[in-house]
């Protein structure tokens, strides 16, 4: 009777996951725990994963929860009643992972799967800060007078950027220096890599309702970032606006 009652979720085994670091960055790696309690019954464990998950809003479904990364952390196992298992990992942020920005939000899931039974799981949520590089380019904006205005996470189902289903879009608008009157909004998005960050600029030019109408104010443009210079990523948005206002 107790595995029947442990099949529908009474009496089931539970996980946990303990993260050695909340506050991470992308390209981090972070230590976890994987607890696993025994319920009231014996259990077959098919697997465990852990996957670091995020949403993005879509256009017509309102918010999706989508992967960024899978880790397979065991195959199966047998836990006991009222007994425990710990699994010791690392788990890598991907580079892919959106920073928790505006209503961005991330976190682990770690899934126990349990045949012909509800599978416990455990969610832990991930606070994303910028990476050096990312940062430079945050702050090398905010020198230019542009003051961050959203983050949005969005899909992007044809892939304009850098090939994934969804995007993260930071909007900047002037509040102040040489580009107030000339600008409506600047938007990034990154591509991180460990080698670089590849930043794709959409600038949007204050112009007059035809320009709006015909798109003629906006234009999107890419520039690289080898190292988190503040200087150099100053440069190069100088040189993505001035090519176009």
Do not use: C
């Amino acid at each position: 009777m107790k595995k029947v009652l442990a099949s529908i979720g009474i009496g089931n085994a539970s996980v946990d996951t303990v993260l050695d670091e909340e506050t991470v960055r992308p390209g981090q790696e972070v230590k976890a725990e994987v607890h696993v309690d025994g319920g009231n019954a014996e259990q077959d464990v098919d697997r465990i994963e852990l996957e670091v998950e995020t949403r993005y809003l879509t256009e017509d479904e309102g918010y999706r929860d989508a992967t960024v990364d899978r880790l397979h952390l065991t195959d199966g196992f047998t836990i006991e009643p009222d007994s425990q298992q710990t699994f010791e990992t690392t788990l890598s942020i991907p580079y892919a992972t959106p920073l928790t920005m505006g209503d961005a939000r991330v976190w682990v899931d770690t899934d126990l799967e349990i045949p012909i039974a509800v599978d416990p799981e455990d969610e832990d949520p991930l606070d994303v800060k910028p990476t050096a590089r990312m940062q430079a380019v945050f702050d090398a904006a905010d020198d230019l007078g542009l003051s961050f205005r959203t983050a949005d996470v969005e899909a992007d189902p044809y892939g304009r950027y850098v090939g994934r289903r969804f995007v993260q879009e930071f909007e900047f608008r002037p509040s102040g220096g040489e580009y107030r009157g000339d600008l409506d909004e600047l938007e990034f998005v990154f591509d991180p890599s460990p080698e670089s960050l590849t930043v794709s600029v959409e600038v949007d030019r204050r112009g007059g309702l035809l320009s709006e109408l015909a798109d003629a104010d906006e234009r999107t443009t890419q520039f690289s970032l080898a190292d988190a210079d503040r200087a150099t990523a100053r440069q190069k948005i100088q040189n993505a606006v001035e090519g176009f206002i």
